[in-house]
């Protein structure tokens, strides 16, 4: 149960319902924490194909669309969709950062 302290840190809710499980034991974060975090490392591994910040910045929408529909209640999103869409966001925001980074440097 250590491992769930990492999800505290992070800032992530938990909530189980929104958690994908293994073996009966739950994620430290949600699906959609877990999607940002794996489009994240996605991000990284593939430096040298960095997105312009456009499309960097459109595969946010998928992840504000789902998420703000969820929050206004108009609907309930599933677990794989908030992975998937956290997947793009998470893609999107690492390496519209990413670009940034480059044109600093």
């Given at each position: 149960?250590?491992?769930?302290?990492?999800g505290?840190?992070?800032?992530?809710?938990?909530?189980?319902?929104?958690?994908?499980?293994?073996?009966?034991?739950?994620?430290?974060?949600c699906?959609?924490?877990?999607?940002?975090?794996?489009?994240?490392?996605?991000?990284?591994?593939?430096?040298?194909?960095?997105?312009?910040?456009?499309?960097?910045?459109?595969?946010?929408?998928?992840?504000?669309?789902?998420?703000?529909?969820?929050?206004?209640?108009?609907?309930?999103?599933?677990?794989?969709?908030?992975?998937?869409?956290?997947?793009?966001?998470?893609?999107?925001?690492?390496?519209?950062?990413?670009?940034?980074?480059?044109?600093?440097?």
């Open positions: 149960m250590k491992l769930m302290r990492i505290e840190f992070s800032g992530c809710h938990q909530m189980p319902k929104r958690s994908f499980f293994i073996h009966g034991y739950q994620f430290p974060v699906a959609r924490c877990t999607g940002l975090l794996v489009g994240n490392i996605l991000s990284i591994l593939l430096i040298p194909v960095i997105q312009p910040k456009a499309v960097a910045v459109i595969l946010l929408l998928p992840l504000a669309l789902d998420g703000l529909t969820q929050l206004a209640n108009w609907r309930e999103s599933t677990n794989w969709l908030r992975f998937l869409t956290g997947v793009l966001g998470g893609y999107g925001l690492y390496t519209a950062f990413l670009s940034l980074l480059i044109l600093i440097l």
